[in-house]
């Protein structure tokens, strides 16, 4: 009676080299078929070893990838550190010189000092209304002449 074929999803080397078929009155050369399932189940075998070796090679490539990503992202994070650290020093100098720039404008465009007059004031101030300061100043009771000082 012959053999039982095997009929499982999986086929290893030793499936092909192991197997036997009955032997009928006309067919094949039993050794020729032999070598043939010898030859197969080797290259399956080889098969298989290089299939593991690549899986291993790959999950290597994976975790270099995902390491050279760390590393290029560290790599950027610190250039874009630098490059704010730049920016903040350069926008610091910058406010720095437009302030003393401003405070020269200022110093420059500043009418001299002079003491007030109260003569003057009064010719330029008209009476009873604020002045700058928000004074309300009313200078009728000084007893005062247009381009003349006060009387002794």
Known sequence: MAPEPD????LHPSDVADRRFSIVRRGYDPDEVQRFLGRVAERLRLLEVELQQQGVRAELLERRSAS?????????????TDVLRAADQAAASIRAEAEREARAAMTASAPP???????????VEPQ???????????????????GAGPTR
Do not use: Q
């Not at 009873?128 to 247009?146: A, M, Q, V, W």
């Open 7 to 10: 009929h499982s999803p999986e």
């Open 68 to 80: 050279a990503a760390e590393a290029a992202y560290t790599r950027i994070s610190r250039h874009l």
């Open 128 to 146: 009873g209304e604020p002045d700058d300061l928000g004074f309300d100043l009313d200078l009728s009771s000084l007893d005062l002449f247009e």
């Open 113 to 123: 000092a002079r003491a007030p007059s109260p003569v003057r004031d009064a010719a």
